[in-house]
């Protein structure tokens, strides 16, 4: 995760985990025939019998300085396939079956790099919205914040596969080619991926909120591990101030108006990036009402920072 600036700009970012891995089951083969059991290292995969993969990697160590373990070796496996690395296996209706785990960002790792190379050009990002067409190139799930002079934006950065219609997120799926992700090649790991408008975002809204919070409606988590609605308190750390402290003395300071605020508020488990109008009003009770035209306002609608809803 980078955090940075530009000249004029600043951008920094909470995890999001929203789900870019998938459960396949494929059914078990002999490559070379006969009758395929739990330990086979054959699998099926539109209508072959391909072999599995053996990844092996081989850690050696000595003694040093620091560490006086005695020399030794381990070798690591994992067993690779067209639809992700094996996981567990199993009998479905008496027939062996090996589960696999299918990452979107599973050999493309590197890939997130463009966008951080775009947001340390200022020749790129002039804007929050050239921002957040960068940010897009991002395969990592983040929640992404930006801020400048002028404005600030929000978007949820991540690999989103577009998944057949009806194929359940949560539950491991027939690995056969209508129930894989759309257009999806297993050699590149490429695939259909959801266009930036899908992805959660929004532009100059009066304030973001965001520490790992819970998912909003319709956006749904990796299944291993799920954010609630407050995952961390920070209201115990020391020298940590709310917004509510802060803008008081900072309001006098800038002769009663603050244009823009940006702090941070730790009651309640919430990371805030405040984009505030700041102004001594006289308390109210009541109803709140419009200063300039005297009538009712709408009531306030709760922080919301898109994939990702507040407290």
């Known amino acids: 995760m980078q955090l940075g600036r530009g000249v004029d700009y600043s951008f920094s970012a909470t995890s999001a985990d929203q789900d870019i891995v998938d459960t396949y089951a494929i059914k078990l083969c002999e490559p070379g025939g006969g009758q395929p059991t739990m330990d086979s290292m054959g699998y099926r995969w539109n209508g072959e019998c391909l072999p599995i993969e053996v990844i092996e990697k081989t850690n ?14 381990e070798t690591l496996q994992a067993f690779r396939t067209n639809a ?23 050999k493309r790792e590197v890939d997130a790099a463009r966008s951080f190379a775009d947001w340390n050009s200022p020749d790129v990002v002039t804007d929050a919205e050239s921002w957040i067409k960068s940010a897009y190139k991002d395969d990592l799930t983040f929640n992404w914040f930006y801020t400048d002079s002028r404005e600030v934006a929000y978007f949820n950065t991540g690999a989103n596969p577009v998944r057949g219609k009806g194929v359940p997120v949560h539950f491991p799926v027939s690995a056969k080619p209508r129930f894989m992700w ?40 990796d299944s291993v591990k799920c954010y609630g609605y407050v995952a961390k308190d920070l209201s115990m750390s020391p020298g940590c101030l ?8 900072l309001a006098t300071a800038a002769s009663g108006f603050v244009r823009k605020l940006i702090c941070v508020t730790c009651s309640g488990g919430v990371v805030a990036a405040v984009r505030a109008q700041v102004r001594p009003q006289p308390q109210r009770t009541g109803s709140r009402l419009s200063r300039e035209s005297g009538t009712r306002a709408a009531p306030a609608r709760p922080p919301y920072s898109g994939a990702f809803r507040s407290s």
């Open 60 to 73: 050696v160590w000595t003694p040093n300085a620091a560490d006086m373990t005695p020399p030794g070796t």
């Open 84 to 106: 992700g690395l094996i996981t567990h296996r199993a009998t479905v209706k008496g027939k062996p079956f090996a589960y696999t785990s299918l990452r979107a960002t599973y």
């Open 182 to 221: 759309k257009n999806y090649d297993p050699e590149l790991n490429t695939f259909k991926r959801q266009p930036i408008r899908k992805h959660a975002q929004v532009l100059d809204q009066r304030f973001l909120t965001s520490w790992n919070n819970k998912s909003a409606l319709g956006i749904g988590c």
């Open 242 to 249: 709310s917004c509510r402290e802060l803008a008081p003395s």
